[in-house]
């Protein structure tokens, strides 16, 4: 139990009507979870309004109502507390809840459209490679220590943020690294956490379905890095043009990482092969076991921030060459037969052209690569034809298929894909909506030495239709049609 008056500080209130001495049992902000002396926090979300639930709350218990609204109907017995904005509210109570467990530890923050997750996963591997005890958070998963967790969203909402924090702490964690989306950023879920560094990935094409323009969706991003206290500090990719942007008006200490321009840390490619990357990072040569251009990019803010949390740093490079590619990000096998099949995470137009090139620069160009992509219903609607003009330009054959169309209507995603297909490469795409019907083909066009790339799902092993999640994993579909084959 807590004492409601406590878990208010910093909490910007309007005004109280009731007592907050009162003891409470725990937050909520799902009214159907709320049970006898709880706290509900009425949160405006894009499809419903916590503040329609507030008599829901009461009647299951509630003892205490935080509102940006007061509703008309007062109860005797409950204490309401009128905040500026609940969302933000959330975020301080939860973290005064569990006594502030993100000022004891070391929180670093990862945010950019692409290579957030390979970030966060690979500093967590290469901490805990260094004897640390680490915690993730990530789109992937969560994770404290040794103990992993299923994760929903790429930033948790605030309580389940703190609540795992704490479960950290709990476990002797000492170090934690973080995705941070702009859409957590946005609706405050970041809000009160105490990092002591952030690292900015890059910026492209990306959520606009959710940001009405590219300026906000920068400007979102940017937010993070203005939040930054001095102690803390702030390792932006100057590559990017907007890694610069994302230092303006920070207080953090300033660093950046490059592979074209000078730098605090920077890097050349020696080798790009499929197998990994030789890099030479501030004149010293590295071998590691990821690929691409854009890795390249990952592994250079993974050595930056372990050199700037204490790691030294001939010590982060013999660790980094021991680094894992994490799951659904260019994982790749070679079937008895001799077909090469790529999955990856790929959903942005950046980010398949990245994967695209990357595989094009490798190849020897004497096989064919085949790509299946699709792109997700529900979502930016903009993208769908660059991601199909990407394809089918940087590719041998182009398999349009369904990723998750959520509640839209597959044929109508495909059709607005399909417009962004030049008219030279109509030969070389094919258009299957079925996505494990269209890995099939693939496999079927596919002869030796043949390169597959299956984008846009990675390491998601469901496909939403209709509101319905089916089991669906890309790359366990690809290599058992590929046994399949090589029967």
């Known amino acids: 139990m807590k004492i409601l008056k406590d878990i208010l500080y910093k909490v910007a209130i309007e005004s109280v009507k009731g007592s907050t001495d009162i003891a409470i049992s725990k937050i909520e902000f799902d009214s159907r979870k709320v049970e006898a002396n709880d706290v509900f926090v009425a949160i405006r979300g894009s499809l419903s309004d916590g503040h329609d639930y507030i008599e829901k709350a009461i009647q299951l218990g509630a003892k205490a109502i ?33 006594e ?15 290579g957030k997750t390979t970030i966060a996963s690979l500093l967590f591997q290469l901490f805990q490679k260094a004897g640390f005890k680490v915690g993730l958070l990530s ?8 103990t992993e967790f299923p994760a929903t969203h790429t930033t948790p909402d605030s309580l389940t943020i703190n609540h795992y ?66 102690s803390a500090f702030v390792l932006s990719n100057i590559d990017d ?9 920070t207080v953090a200490k300033k660093l950046t990482y490059a592979l074209k321009s000078y730098a605090d840390y920077r890097a050349q490619i020696l080798e790009s092969q499929l197998s990994g990357l030789l890099l030479k990072i501030n004149d010293n040569e590295v071998w590691v076991k990821l690929i691409g251009t854009f890795n390249a990019y990952n592994v250079l803010a993974i050595y930056g921030t372990a050199v700037e949390l204490g790691i030294d740093s001939l010590e982060a490079l013999r660790l980094l060459s021991d680094l894992e590619s994490v799951s659904g990000r260019f994982q790749y096998i070679v079937s008895d037969g001799g077909i090469t099949a790529v999955v990856d995470y790929a959903h942005t137009p950046d980010a398949l052209e990245n994967v695209l090139k990357t595989i ?21 609607k903009t993208k769908r034809p660059i991601m199909a003009k990407i394809a089918s330009d940087l590719s041998d054959k182009a398999v349009l298929t369904s990723d998750n169309p959520r509640n839209e209507d597959p044929e109508v995603i495909l059709d607005e894909m399909e417009q962004g297909v030049e008219p030279q490469n109509y030969k070389k795409m094919l258009r299957i909506t079925d996505r494990k019907q269209a890995i099939k083909t693939a496999c079927q066009l596919a002869e030796v030495k043949d390169i597959i790339l299956i984008a846009g799902k990675g390491h998601e092993t469901y496909q939403e239709i209709n509101g319905v ?13 590929l046994e399949q084959l090589n029967k």
């Open 139 to 146: 789109t992937v998963k969560i994770v404290v220590d040794q």
């Open 469 to 481: 999640r089916h089991h669906f994993d890309d790359m366990e579909t690809i290599k058992e049609i």
């Open 66 to 98: 935080i509102c940006d609204t007061l509703p008309e109907d007062i109860a005797s017995e409950v204490t309401y507390i009128q905040v500026k904005d609940t969302n933000t509210a959330l975020a301080f109570i939860a973290a005064n809840y569990f």
């Open 241 to 249: 043009k907007n890694g610069s942007v994302m230092l303006q008006n």
């Open 100 to 114: 502030d467990p993100s000022a004891k530890l070391k929180l670093v923050g990862v945010t950019g459209t692409n």
């Open 165 to 230: 924090l704490n479960e950290m702490i709990e476990a002797g964690v000492t170090h934690c690294f973080m995705e941070v989306s702009s859409h957590g950023i946005h609706q405050k879920r970041t809000e009160a956490l105490h990092f002591v560094g952030g690292i900015f990935t890059n910026l492209s094409h990306d959520h606009l379905d959710y940001h009405p323009t590219f300026a906000e969706y920068r400007d979102v991003k940017k937010s993070f890095f203005d939040s930054l206290p001095k």
């Open 360 to 380: 094009n620069d490798i190849r020897t160009k004497n096989e064919q690569l085949i790509t299946v992509v699709g792109c997700g219903g529900n979502r930016d």
